[in-house]
């Protein structure tokens, strides 16, 4: 296609967004339950693993490993944490091309159903103490089918979102779904708090268990409403225009990898400060400061409830200001609270343990998750969009989220328990993420039914998306 005719197309108004949802009741049914149905499904995937990585951190360990030193079970347990992200990647490009081929909703019929029954199955699994070896090899198969599951699961909620929403108010309408991600986290949270309240012995015995049966209900919900969810308006045009792509990851890798690139560098510092102050955090202040079990669940559960009104908030500033100066200002928050706050947790005041992690993880993450849930899927064309956000997700899972607590808990080990490496360790991650804002084209206001990528948009960046925002409806 000739820069000339991108030009033209580019002008035009996304078709598929309706003048007004209160114009068109079945739109705004259909914008509602696509909303719901996402973030159902965000709730059950970080309920999962946020249940999960408090486990690890806490008594997965001593459940799994029971032979090993403390020390040692520590890593070994944060070790079966990294390894269902090193699924993730496999599930995301398995899972995105046939988003891409079948639709996003079929897809994320699937993804849940993996997900969540390999989840309630870790509630029923032998421990190290009743069946040895095989208590550690179940848990890792397990852990690889939920990573398996989940690696297309959240890459589908943004895109079905983005998809749906409005082009004037993406950003806000994007963001909404990923709420779920920090009520999955507040119920995760919220369970292990209790628990730390519980017995040492009877929560070893048996209780440890019910978190993960609970999974079940979740499942339940989540099937019902997504079978009362609509495909994805920009994949029925398609359909309806025979230009579903034979291979998307084909596509992907012959004219995408800039936006691969991009889509990893912007996840560093989001997903990997996630996780670091989700499990490693918590590990930090439980086992070297020594406060109480109960102390790090209760302050990444004050942290999702910020979040909750932080992603939505952060979306919508990125509807006005745009995607990357929003994105900008989030890394250069967590870029100013690394070192800080990593100090201000080896004081080991359970107080400012709370305060620390929920504004860490509440506030300087969260804002770069907001302003990511329309980026993303603005970044790719509509032809490999499901699988260029499935793969530039879950790949950054492994190299930002999935090894940093097995990276912490090792430096830890190593560097006499020194809360140094692991401030400069946040540092790094959020300089990369910083730095990519600045080579990433401002997507605000695309039109999500282009077939190219923004990276080969000619009319890419804020002047001509504030020109194009003219002539778009705004709802």
């Known amino acids: 296609m000739s820069p000339d005719s991108k030009k033209t197309a580019s002008k035009n108004t996304d078709s598929t967004t309706p003048v007004r949802a209160s114009d068109d009741p079945e739109y705004a049914a259909n914008l509602k339950r696509a909303t719901l149905a996402s973030s159902i499904g965000s709730a059950l995937e970080y309920y999962d693993f946020a ?28 070790g079966t944490y990294a390894v269902g992200f090193l699924a993730r990647p496999v599930g995301g490009l398995f899972f995105g091309a ?63 979102m983005a998809e749906y929403s409005p082009t004037a108010r993406r950003g806000f309408f994007s963001a909404l779904p990923f709420v779920g991600i920090m009520v999955g986290t507040l119920m995760a949270s919220g369970v ?31 099937v019902f409403i997504r079978l009362r969810m609509q495909e994805s308006p920009t994949f029925v045009k398609l359909e309806k225009q025979d230009q579903i792509s034979e291979s998307p990851f084909r596509e992907l890798v012959g004219s995408s990898m800039p936006s691969v690139l991009r889509g990893i ?24 400061v020594g406060v109480s079990k109960s102390i790090g669940p209760l302050a990444i559960a004050c942290g999702a409830a910020i979040g909750m009104l932080v992603i939505p908030f952060s979306g919508a500033l990125s ?30 005041n359970p107080y400012l343990v709370v305060a620390t992690l929920a504004v860490s993880y509440g506030i300087g993450v969260n804002v770069m998750l907001g302003a990511q849930c329309a980026a993303l899927p603005e970044l790719f064309g509509n032809r490999h ?28 080990s190593l560097l006499n ?26 997507t605000r206001g695309r039109d999500l039914g282009l077939a190219w990528d923004a990276m080969a948009d000619p009319l890419h960046g804020p002047d001509a998306v504030a020109a194009e925002s003219k002539d778009r409806v705004h709802v």
């Open 51 to 78: 249940l999960y990585g408090l486990a690890s951190a806490l008594i997965f360990g001593q459940l799994f490993f029971p032979a090993m030193g403390a020390s040692a079970a520590l890593m070994a347990s944060f």
């Open 98 to 160: 046939l988003g891409d081929r079948l639709g996003r909703k079929a897809v994320l019929m699937i993804t849940i159903a993996i997900m969540g029954g390999a989840s309630t199955l870790i509630g029923v699994l032998p421990t190290g103490a009743q069946v040895g070896i095989w208590a550690p090899i179940l848990l890792v198969a397990l852990r690889l089918l939920q990573g398996f599951g989940a690696g297309a699961e959240q890459a589908g909620a943004t895109t079905l």
């Open 192 to 222: 292990f708090a209790i628990l730390g309240q519980i017995d040492r012995e009877l929560l070893l015995a048996w209780v440890w268990r019910v978190p993960f049966l609970a999974s079940v209900f979740l499942i339940a919900v989540a």
């Open 265 to 288: 560098g912007l996840r560093m510092a989001e997903n990997g400060g996630s996780y670091i102050f989700q499990t490693l955090g918590i590990s930090y202040v439980t086992t070297v």
């Open 319 to 348: 509807d006005r200001f745009g995607r990357m100066r929003v994105y900008r200002f989030g890394a250069a928050l967590q870029l100013v609270l690394a070192v800080p706050s990593w100090w201000l947790l080896s004081l080991g």
């Open 385 to 412: 969009r499901y699988i260029g956000v499935a793969v530039a997700r879950e790949t950054s899972a492994i190299l930002a989220g999935g090894i940093a607590p097995f990276v912490g808990a090792l430096l830890l």
């Open 417 to 442: 328990n020194s809360w140094v490496p692991l401030a400069i360790y946040v540092l790094v991650l959020s300089v990369i993420t910083f730095a990519t804002t600045f080579v990433t084209p401002e």
